[in-house]
């Protein structure tokens, strides 16, 4: 197997294995029916305390399946755009 190779399965694995928790499985859920929301949103959503929420997040977004933008003090965040991410949409979405 190539190093390319490589690399994309252990992102994949990465990938799958956030999405593997209850909470971030729920947040991943409501940013792909919302394209976005922030922090305290989420939270409010959820009926989960914003700090839980916002740790979450920034290991969803560390491991590359969300991206952050900051508006003044709020950080919103929303799902990247990418073959991984679509494919996930699948498995996340289903009801």
Sequence with gaps: MSSSATTSVSAR???IALAGDATRLRIL??????QGACVSDVAGRLRAPVANISH???ALEDGGLVRST???KTICYALRD??????????????
Excluded: D, N, Q
Excluded at 82 to 94: A, F, N, T
């Design 56 to 58: 979450h997040l920034r």
């Design 29 to 34: 859920r409501l940013l792909f029916a919302c």
């Design 13 to 15: 694995a990465r990938a």
């Design 82 to 95: 990418s073959p991984l991410i679509r494919s996930l949409r699948r498995v996340v979405c289903v009801e």
């Design 70 to 72: 900051r508006k003044g």
